[in-house]
């Protein structure tokens, strides 16, 4: 669900209106306890990755509304690729993991999504959505030195990676 917002003002300058993705749940302390733990890695883990892998998160809210407990995550709006052809998006998508877990996050759940946890930003560049499932990861594929072994061996010390690796038929890991 995407919504415009009036403009904020900042030490007495407008800003021109933007839009944002809102992602929100209802009456279901599960997807509450989710959305919180999105918010926590986008404060966390995730901060130094926005506006770059990542959306950037304008803020988590909570609250009550006609007696629902409501929960919503303010996020930068990206949109599902359809320009980018095939190959040059598996290469984009793949850096983006890469990066992500390099930067110590492992995703969680982008072996399901065949692709729809990869939008693209206003000003074109990847963004990894959806950290429902995200955690804080010591990458053994990454942190091993790239001379050393054949990449599906590498890769097999990371699930995640290792995944993606046999879906997308990747080459060896870059630097
Ligand atoms: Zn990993």
């Not at 009036?6 to 279901?28: D, L, M, S, Y």
């Not at 995703?107 to 955690?135: M, W, Y």
């Not at 010591?138 to 690796?165: F, G, M, N, Q």
Request: hydrophobic share 40%; with cysteine; aromatic share 8%.
């Amino acid at each position: 669900m995407v919504e415009t917002y009036g403009p904020p003002v900042i030490t007495g300058h407008r800003i021109p209106p933007f839009e944002v993705a809102i992602k929100w749940v209802q009456n279901n302390d599960l997807a509450v306890e989710k959305l919180h733990h999105e918010a926590d890695m986008y404060a966390g883990l995730l901060h130094p990755l926005q506006g770059y892998l990542v959306p950037i998160c304008y803020g988590f809210f909570v609250g009550e509304v006609d007696g629902a407990q409501v929960a919503c995550l303010v996020l930068e709006r990206c949109k599902s690729s359809t320009k980018t052809s095939n190959d040059e998006m598996i290469q984009r998508q793949r850096a983006a993991a890469i990066g992500l877990h390099r930067m110590g996050v492992v995703h969680g759940n982008l072996l399901d999504s065949r692709g729809s946890h990869f939008l693209i930003a206003s000003d074109g560049s990847l963004r990894i959505i959806d950290f429902t499932e995200s955690k804080g990861h010591e990458c053994d594929a990454i942190s091993t030195p790239s001379v050393e072994l054949h990449p599906v061996t590498r890769y097999s010390k990371c699930d995640e990676l290792y995944w993606l690796h046999k879906r997308w038929a990747l080459s060896p890991l870059d630097k």
